[in-house]
């Protein structure tokens, strides 16, 4: 049983980063969800599994550890918030840039190529200034 | 007293109810915000001064007893840093009611900003490690609004980053929370101290460093720092301002809470600390130093400044640790009020843009000045409080013989002086270089600042001149903290007395 929740839990760590590493959102969000899925799982693996659930009463022992679940389910709540901030945002993204794919930073490529930025600001200057001459 | 610990957190989520529900007039919601932050700045004072004498405060949530329920505890740690939290807090929400573009024109503004006050207080005084979660995811949330209020695309697209790193270190921390729990049993953080002490060595490593890699990622430290400078810019002045103060050093506190309380002394990553601090340091320094924006500047230099807190910490020295109480304070400060000048140079050019701002000290004399102290203070230069909190990092450093990321330290000390001025120079010295050029992104300049922008300003850098006039009073309650923080058993006691 523990094997198999492990092996899910992998499997769910492993395609969720991948699908976190792709250029487009929508593939971000879902590898995010995957994600999360890995991490809940794995908690409710911790403490005593594979029992009842604590209802009505009995022997302690008999049941399954109720903290466990608790946690889960408050991980599941947080991340269903956040997912559906993501997927509003990921729209909000789409109706600004008809585009799904992360745009690169603007500042950053500035940077980057700083030279080139301010060579192709003196262009257009000029090119601006030819235009209002002509 | 016991009701003061849980205040800082109850309080501020009904005023962010009762904000939504006076929504329709603004006046009312900023009346409920100001009370709200002001009442806040009373409780933790008075908090400080309780558990300063008396010890850490315990309140159990609902009257569950320690292992069960969820417990909140401030000791001189968290008491002392959600006062300085909810200073900063009504300065910069004080601020963004000012401000023209920011606060005026959404109507959930001053509730989520609520949400992220009552976050970061329970972020600070909670004693149980799944609740340090939720306080987190609490705080986030708030920042991800907060970040986004203005849907403009590149707020959405730096906003996304955010908001997708965040995540993954939640979900991170709730994978260690998970093998915490299937190791220990427990999420108490009094009881996890105890418990972890008897897991198998390379155990009580591996959790140490899963840990420190979760609140690195807060905290923005090497090489988990890259989301920082990208995000915080593109938010409104006095969002950014709150985010550089407070939510980094959350992160850090995090990082000091969990090392000092949870691991016994043979498990902690000192050696990775150090080394991540040393590369933190001169990483983030050479970043600002290849900026052009001043928000951007700011940023980098806030992960420059993490490092240091992380040495600090790394030498797990009562010195060390008290250092970096004291620089805590101090940064959540001079680095607020920095962001805050960087609003007002914003607000009266309508750039932030160092090659398009210039000659501000003839139209400005007087942000000058304060720009001039706050940002002497951040490099360190004494008689301000930057210079006593560096000194005692490096004394303890030089104590605990890591001389090499001691001169580290110094040396990107003398860059951040460099960062610092080139801003001065730029911004406030030398004419624009290219005022009329790719406009824009340039909005008309404003003139001069509102009253009610300059006003917390004017307070904040007064406080950081105060932190450094009254360094020794501080100083001393911080080498206390140190000790406590050094030596759990207090804490521990006052968990899980019976």
Known sequence: MTVTLAGVAAVLFGVGSYLLLQRTLSRIIIGLGLLTHGANILLITAGRRGRPALVGRGDPGTFADPLPQALALTAIVITFGVTSLLLALAYRSWLLTRDDEVQDDVIDRAVARHDAVEEEIADQRELVASEEAG | MNWLVPTP???????????????????????????????????????????????????????WAAPMGITLIADRLAAVLVLVAEVTMLAVLI???????????????????????????????TGDLFNLFVAFEMMLTAS??????????????????????????STLFVTALALLYSATGTVNMAQLAQRIAELPNGVQTAFAVLLLVVFGIKAAIFPLFFWLPDSYPTAPSPITAVFAGILTKVGVYAIIRTQLVLFPDGARPATLLLATAAVTMVVGVLGALAQDDLKRIL???????????????????????????????HHIVVKTALFLIGGVIDHTSGTSRLSEVGDLVRTAPRLAAMFLIAALSLAGIPPLSGFISKYALVDAGVAAHHLPVVAVSLVVSLLTLFSMIRIWSAVFWSPAEQSAGDAGVRRPPAGSAPLAMMLPTVALVACSIAVAVAAGPIYAFSQRTARDLL????????????
């Open chain 2, 9 to 63: 957190v109850v309080l501020p989520l009904i005023g962010a109810g009762v904000s939504i529900l006076v929504g329709r007039s603004r006046l009312a919601q900023r009346v409920v915000g100001i009370t709200v932050l002001s009442l806040l700045v009373a409780v933790a004072a008075v908090l400080v001064v309780v558990v300063d004498r008396d010890g850490p405060v315990v309140v159990e949530a609902g009257g």
């Open chain 2, 95 to 125: 601020y963004a009611i000012g401000e023209p573009r920011t606060e005026r024109n959404h109507v959930g503004f001053q509730s989520a900003y609520l949400v992220l006050a009552a976050g970061v207080a329970a972020s600070f005084l």
């Open chain 2, 144 to 169: 991800y609004v907060l970040l986004t209020l203005g849907g403009r695309h590149d707020q959405v697209r730096s906003g996304m980053t955010y908001i997708v790193i965040s995540l993954i270190a």
């Open chain 2, 299 to 329: 940023s980098f230099t806030i992960v420059s400044q993490i490092g240091y807190m992380v040495m600090g910490l790394g030498f797990f020295t009562t010195a060390g640790v008290a250092a970096v109480v004291y620089s805590l304070v």
């Open chain 2, 487 to 498: 030596d759990p058993s207090s804490y521990i006691t006052a968990v899980t007395r019976p």
